[in-house]
């Protein structure tokens, strides 16, 4: 079985808020109420993404459910905007994003319906997110609906779902609250909850 998704979300038991997000352009990204059902097809987004971060490279696809209202070439930069920041994977590794050849792995924005069936055979109740198949799959619903740690902190959660989902991709395992007042470490399942500690999107949160 490929690691687990993030569980179902319970509310969130702190009033902090998340490391602040880096000011990310929104205007084509997806908001309001995912659809709970696209086309079922998959499209890759068109052409390559310059190479950044630090260290060894990683490429990477990225596909889009089609008839699900999301812009394919904004997230496909959010993407890339996040793995390469110096807080994110980036600090230890170089991503660039391909259409065509060999992808050591493959970001998937989804309708509910469809990461429903990518992620099986987890179960994800039509609402969660995955890394299943060499497929790290944002569901669209929680792309555009955040979760209760983040509150209507979007541009912050949206940072937390591709740092997390990818970094199954790389090898990663979920880890756990280090301890009351913390930042949560990214591999936590923070869509699940985060306890005692505070909501942090990034691998290598500022200090």
Known sequence: M?????DAPTEDTTGSGPTPAPPTPSATLGTGAAVPKGNGRLATVSG???VGGKGPLRTYRVQLEGGIGEDGPAFAAAVQRTLTDPHSWGSRLSFQRVDSGWAAFTVVLASPTLAEQLC???EIDYRLSCFSGGKSVVNDARWRGSAPSYGSDLASYRLYVVNHEV???LGHDHQQCGGPGQLAP???QQTKGIGACRPNPWPF???
């Open 205 to 207: 949160p500022p200090r």
């Open 2 to 6: 490929e690691r687990s998704r993030d």
């Open 120 to 122: 099986k055979p987890l």
């Open 48 to 50: 390559r993404s310059s």
């Open 167 to 169: 970094g199954h991709a």
């Open 186 to 188: 990214v591999m936590m």
